[in-house]
T-cell receptor, first 117, second 114 residues
Framework: EAQVTQNPRYLITVTGKKLTVTCSQN?????MSWYRQDPGLGLRQIYY???????DKGDVPEGYKVSRKEKRNFPLILESPSPNQTSLYFCATRSPPGRGLITYEQYFGPGTRLTVT | EDKVVQSPLSLVVHEGDTVTLNCSYEVTNFRSLLWYKQEKKAPTFLFMLTSSGIEKKSGRLSSILDKKELFSILNITATQTGDSAIYLCAVELNYGGSQGNLIFGKGTKLSVKP
């Protein structure tokens, strides 16, 4: 079954304590990305990766790091979390365009609700 | 600056009503427009639109794109309480002829009352 998994699903932590949210996909997709979703602001992209070892900043990268050492995993790292990073985080992957298609479907992980106190 | 604007932000209707959700965009390099439905969890894909004037349909949902006027609409006929959700519009940017990033609107929250 095609899946994007995230861990943990829920996390309450304190300011300054480094954390990592993992994202893993079993679909061999090249493109992966991280979003945060906040009330009134919608989904905003944090970082994305076109392929292994290729990452780039999205709209709101400050305070976050990512790595893409292998195709299936794309962890999101908060070196020193702050309360303004309290949010709902989604990892997403994108299938390559099918034959005759210009584009694809984007698959979202189940989300990670992070609270930083 | 690339942007996607959805309206209304929130909508309350009764079962059986027909609703139209709007999505307008201003982007430098358009590739496609996508609609998603988000209930209490992750967004799920509804439609992808790339050509003007061609309606995409799935059951009671349909969508169309106008690339000249830079907008899309999502129609839901005979609404049901299960249609209650946030509907997200996203525009994919062209990235050197290949897949690009998605710019999301803020969403329209639809509530369908029995």
């Amino acid at each position: 079954e095609a899946q994007v998994t995230q861990n943990p699903r829920y996390l309450i932590t304190v300011t300054g304590k480094k954390l990592t949210v993992t994202c893993s996909q079993n679909m061999n997709h090249e493109y992966m990305s991280w979003y945060r979703q906040d009330p009134g602001l919608g989904l905003r992209q944090i970082y994305y990766s076109m392929n292994v070892e290729v990452t780039d900043k999205g709209d709101v990268p400050e305070g976050y790091k990512v790595s893409r050492k292998e195709k299936r995993n794309f962890p999101l790292i908060l070196e020193s979390p702050s309360p303004n990073q309290t949010s709902l985080y989604f990892c997403a992957t994108r299938s390559p365009p099918g034959r005759g298609l210009i584009t694809y479907e984007q698959y979202f992980g189940p989300g990670t609700r992070l609270t930083v106190t | 600056e690339d942007k996607v604007v959805q309206s209304p932000l929130s909508l309350v209707v009764h079962e059986g009503d027909t609703v139209t959700l709007n999505c307008s965009y201003e982007v430098t390099n358009f590739r496609s427009l996508l609609w998603y439905k988000q209930e209490k969890k992750a967004p799920t894909f509804l439609f992808m639109l790339t050509s003007s004037g061609i309606e995409k349909k799935s059951g009671r949902l349909s969508s169309i794109l106008d690339k000249k006027e830079l907008f899309s609409i999502l129609n839901i006929t005979a609404t049901q309480t299960g249609d209650s959700a946030i509907y997200l519009c996203a525009v994919e940017l062209n990235y050197g002829g290949s897949q690009g990033n998605l710019i999301f609107g803020k969403g329209t929250k639809l509530s369908v009352k029995p």
